[in-house]
């Protein structure tokens, strides 16, 4: 039985991840309920960290103190000594029922200062180390959670976790820029072209730029096509979570490279969720 403090800090967990303006499939019936609360407080986690790092008016230093902060939470229950913060109360229960490794949340956290502390991205290894900073250790965790991670598990859903990162940062180019400041494109690629806050707000897409963007979400597109046969190894909700995920970056994608105006965020309508049901039922990759 959870005490009271334990079973209020998951409570918490539970509400951020629930009521956060971001879609997140805590409450989802996919997720099954014994890894709701668990799931809940990776994402309490990531999130708060993330908003250090993105949110507010803090400036970068004391960003970087915040997620310092976070460190040493991480490294007081690697020694088993109390914290007094809802989510680590939690975590600290979630990492010794799961028996999961601290160092996913350390590399979270790496990435969530490399936001703080880099803009642009030389060739796409930088771009490359900063996804499996940012984004394959939600992939690790969510398969160490459901027991389902092996070392050929790990490569496939490292993949798809990139892919996701990619398609992402192809969706979301001006805001990156207009709000952050963030080029997401490698600079040996993106070449002679520049981002400039003009081009941005006129949503000003040169041929040369969509060319750009196309090359980055086939790029995706492969990896996350490579990264599919993660669904043969699944069981249950979490390989119908899979299979929608899958093809819904593959949605993404392609409603990306149908556009004509790299700053237009691509929508998807009722008739899109629909054919994403419907071709998730029928996903056999090999």
């Not at 991480?74 to 000594?81: F, G, Q, S, V």
């Not at 499996?132 to 992939?139: E, I, L, M, R, T």
């Not at 556009?259 to 996903?283: E, Q």
Request: charge should be positive; charged fraction near 25%; proline fraction near 4%.
């Amino acid at each position: 039985m959870q005490s009271k403090p334990l079973k209020s800090a998951y409570a918490e967990c539970l509400q951020l991840a629930n009521t956060h303006y971001e879609n997140f499939p805590t409450a989802s019936k996919l997720v099954k309920k014994k890894h709701r609360q668990a799931t809940a407080v990776i994402y309490s986690f990531a999130r708060r960290a993330d908003d250090f790092a993105d949110e507010g008016e803090y400036d970068d230093k004391t960003r970087l103190s915040k997620l310092s902060q976070f460190e040493q939470f991480l490294i007081d229950i690697e020694n088993n000594r109390p914290v007094d913060d809802p989510t680590f109360i939690a975590l600290a229960d979630t990492i010794q029922q799961y028996k999961l490794p601290l160092l996913p949340f350390r590399k979270l956290l790496q990435a969530f200062c490399m936001d703080v502390e880099k803009n642009r991205y030389t060739d796409f290894d930088e771009l490359l180390h900063y996804c499996q900073h940012s984004a394959n250790p939600v992939g690790e965790l969510v398969l160490r959670l459901h027991n389902a991670y092996t070392e050929e598990t790990a490569g496939l859903s490292d993949n798809i976790c990139t892919a996701l990162q990619l398609i992402n940062f192809a969706q979301d180019i001006g805001e990156d820029y207009l709000q952050r400041n963030r080029v997401y494109i490698p600079q040996n690629e993106l070449g002679n072209i520049s981002l400039s806050e003009q081009s941005v707000t006129q949503q000003l897409s040169s041929p040369e730029l969509i060319k750009i963007v196309d090359y980055q979400l086939n790029r995706a597109k492969q990896l996350l096509l490579q990264g599919a046969p993660l669904v043969n190894h699944l069981q249950g909700r979490l390989k119908w979570v899979m299979k929608l995920t899958i093809n819904g970056g593959l949605l993404i994608c392609s409603k990306c490279q149908r556009r004509n105006n790299v700053f237009l965020r691509p929508t998807v309508t009722r008739t899109d969720t629909l054919g994403l049901l419907f071709k998730s039922i029928y996903f056999r990759p090999r």
